[in-house]
């Protein structure tokens, strides 16, 4: 009666393990339920919802994204503040990517060899240049005013260097052209000479170039050549000296030379005019009936509505086809020079054309030799329009969207601190009727003219913002300047195809490993290694949900330590059934040997699992991401492979052996029996 109530126990914990074991299947892989209620729903007409269960969390190197590893510049800290600092990097690169959205970001500091490094991994983020937008510096906010000093003059030295420079490129240049005519290789010279680095593997070859190339002022030169010849003398450029080679001449296609009257109306292209359609008509008609070749530019100047008529009367210069509209590129190149057209309708309005000239294009097909030089602004950079003011960022204590209340356009207001509010206050104070610039990265965004001095620290940051564009700059702004520089050593993109193709291989190797140890186990082990395959199976589910539910990152790593308990969870289970074989061996009965088979190796199997479960805390604690990864997934699957091995597989031995048959069941045991 006492063992009829044992087994009964046994039976109902098992049934509750096995619910478990489903209930957790159904967490683990909720595809198989919503399949189920999906052809429920189509095969009865429910109604039934899906459950709504979040999928494992991937890592990196999985899900893919963006892996940046910063080092922080700490030159400038004396060594006890170190840490400190760059914990507060940290502490702001988490802001930063937080307000933007990125799931579960992982930002960690590690010192090696003396420098601090902050690695950044961001799941999801493939776009590597947003990664790093997203996490560089704080926006740079400055406030300009207008620079009124004079430009310096270059330096007695200075001037020396350039005209060493000059003079030295000349000398190169009279020589590679004395070479050439002398009937040297050009392809040889350019090589030799040229400091350009794409005409040393082209051999100089330009192409062909005409009056509207960006070469043009070769053309002239070329005109003067023979085909096949090298120009004479070094042609001067503006940042150059040039020796050229005409290697071809063709002649393709036309040009026109024309002037024309444009009269627009309300809804042509660029048009402020406000006049309609007919009245341009009428008007254009008028000036038509007065047009001739003398005096069309003056009316021109007068009635045309294109906004460079007044300066040029009207003067298009020189195109050639496919330069302008078809409307007026047609009858343009059809009229004899002189002629002035019908009117004519574009998109721009209504127009008059003065034919002045055509000619063919003739075209060069060149190589040169190209010798840099120098001007006085590659020396001294150009003057800037404005000038630093002490107020930046540095000095900002919030910033917020906020909408004009009459448009609705968004802009950002800035409230500074104490100091920003003092020199804020200095600024529009020496600037009342000047312009004061507000630039962000270098640019300026806002030019506004100072009325009057401002003195209650705020300012209002207005542009052509969408809702969203306030939002982030907003953001960025209140994230807060970094307490050290940072600079980016090394970053890398993992591609969602990659992180597919590495679950799969993943999956297998998990797959094909539990396949080979559950084979070993039943051929080894025979009925025990057959229950412990199916505990084995049951402490994989159970393993996966706590992955879910908690939940862990999963990453290769992480899987590495996942597939690594199965094989400690396989461990314990050896360790039983070895000690098991030995007691029945000495001739004890079934029950007995498997209660002492477990006390035995209980010790063994703890000890093991503690050790590996103190260096899980030491590799979680001072490793790096895909470290810690791997120590909590291997950490988890070794305590619960220890509920697996004691508990579960106790209690199939104990449901499926029956001891009073110890004799017939020894073979199921790898056990031969004793002969009498």
Known sequence: MKKIKSRTKVRISLALILLCALFLTVIDFPAIYDKSIDYVNWKYNKEFSHLSIPPFRLGLDLQGGTHLVYEADTSEIEGRDEADAVDGVRDVIERRVNAFGVAEPVVQVNKAKGSWRIIVELAGVQDVKKAIQMIGETPLLEFKEQNTEPPRELTEEERVELETFNNEAKSRADKALAEVVEGKDFSEAVREYSDNEIDKETGGDMGWINHNSNDSHLVASAEKTEIGQVYPEVITGTNSFQIIKVNDKREEGKEVQASHILICWQG??????????????????????????????????????????????????????????????????????????????????????????????????????????????????????????????????????????????????????????????????????????????????????????????????????SIDEAKTLSMRLNAGALPVPISLISQQTVGASLGHESIEQSLWAGIIGLILVAIFMIAYYRLPGLLSVVALVIYGVVVLAVFKTIPVTLTLAGIAGFILSIGMAVDANVLIFERLKEELKVGKPLGTAIEEGFKRAWTSIRDGNVSTLITCLILAWFGTSMIKGFAITLGIGVLISMFSAIVITRLLLKLFINPDKQAKRLWLFGVKKKSS
């Open 268 to 465: 042509t292209t660029r048009c402020e005019s406000e006049i309609n359609q007919d009245e341009a008509l009428a008007q254009i008609n008028e000036i038509k009936e007065k047009a001739h070749a003398d005096n069309f530019e003056a009316l021109a100047k007068e009635y045309s509505t294109d906004p460079t008529a007044q300066a040029n009367g009207g003067d298009l210069g020189w195109f050639s086809s496919g330069q302008m509209v078809p409307e007026f590129e047609e009858p343009a190149f059809a009229m004899q020079n002189g002629e002035i057209s019908d009117v004519i309708e574009t998109q721009f309005g209504y127009h008059l054309i003065l034919k002045i000239d055509e000619r063919p294009i003739t075209e060069y097909k060149l190589s040169q030799i190209y010798i840099n030089t120098k001007t006085e602004t590659d020396i001294l950079p150009a003057q800037d329009a404005w000038k630093n003011t002490e107020l930046t960022g540095a000095q900002l204590e919030s910033a917020q969207v906020q909408f004009d209340p009459n448009t609705s356009i968004p802009s950002v207001s800035l409230e500074f601190d104490d100091e920003g509010k003092k020199l804020f206050a200095d600024i529009t104070t020496r600037n009342v009727g000047q312009p004061v610039a507000i630039f962000l990265d270098n640019e300026p965004i806002s030019v506004p003219t100072v009325n009057e001095p401002i003195k209650e620290g705020k300012a209002v940051i207005t542009g052509s913002f």
